[in-house]
T-cell receptor
Framework: AQTVTQSQPEMSVQEAETVTLSCTYD???????LFWYKQPPSRQMILVIR??????QNATENRFSVNFQKAAKSFSLKISDSQLGDAAMYFC???????????FGTGTRLQVTL | DVKVTQSSRYLVKRTGEKVFLECVQD?????MFWYRQDPGLGLRLIYF???????EKGDIPEGYSVSREKKERFSLILESASTNQTSMYLC???????????????FGEGSRLTVL
């Protein structure tokens, strides 16, 4: 079974600084998808960024980028120029295919300080 | 925009009661999911459905059942609620099979259930 591990229950970053959230996963599949989701306090979960395993180039979305290391099964999220609105729970997730279920990690709570 | 609506944000029920959690999506998505979210455990999949009247067990189906009679609606049923089912329940939907949009789940706001 696929597993997703987030080893940092909580992280803190100062406004305007950069922070990296870690995620590792385990799979025997060669084609799969990885995601980072954000859950702000008392608000809906939303997709931050997506990476397709067959693409070697790391995905980027504005201030958010990933470091995808397929051989190491590592998928970290880098948030640059952190803003107060980035404070949230962040979940790493894995999907084996376009129609498969998503398996989530346990989450990392990010605090952004002034 | 995709909208996933969960019928109740907060519910308080007693042990042994039958509980229905309703979820409706408005974007004709084939796939729908019910997750449970608990601190330190992340999101765990209870059940999912690939199409009308189709369902598959997730990782923690015990004590739950589901119903999908219409494409837009996916219901989670707790046949006899217990205190260990106190949790946040998240419904999600997804378009199936399109690689460009593959995998992205659209979530509802969640239903926080307390079982006394």
């Amino acid at each position: 079974a696929q597993t997703v591990t987030q080893s940092q229950p909580e992280m803190s970053v100062q406004e305007a600084e950069t922070v990296t959230l870690s995620c590792t996963y385990d799979t025997s599949e060669s084609d799969y998808y990885l995601f980072w989701y954000k859950q702000p306090p008392s608000r809906q979960m939303i997709l931050v960024i997506r990476q397709e395993a067959y693409k070697q180039q790391n995905a980027t979305e504005n201030r958010f980028s990933v470091n995808f290391q397929k051989a190491a099964k590592s998928f970290s999220l880098k948030i640059s120029d952190s803003q107060l609105g980035d404070a949230a729970m962040y979940f790493c997730a894995y999907s084996a295919g376009t129609a498969s279920k998503l398996t989530f990690g346990t989450g990392t709570r990010l605090q952004v300080t002034l | 925009d995709v909208k996933v609506t969960q019928s109740s944000r907060y519910l308080v029920k007693r042990t042994g009661e039958k509980v229905f959690l309703e979820c409706v999506q408005d974007m004709d998505h084939e796939n729908m999911f019910w997750y449970r979210q608990d601190p330190g455990l992340g999101l765990r999949l209870i059940y999912f459905s690939y199409d009308v009247k189709m369902k598959e067990k997730g990782d923690i189906p015990e004590g739950y059942s589901v119903s999908r009679e219409k494409k837009e609606r996916f219901s989670l049923i707790l046949e006899s609620a217990s205190t260990n089912q106190t949790s946040m329940y998240l419904c999600a939907s997804r378009l199936r099979g399109v690689r460009k949009d593959a995998g992205e789940l659209f979530f509802g706001e969640g239903s926080r259930l307390t079982v006394l």
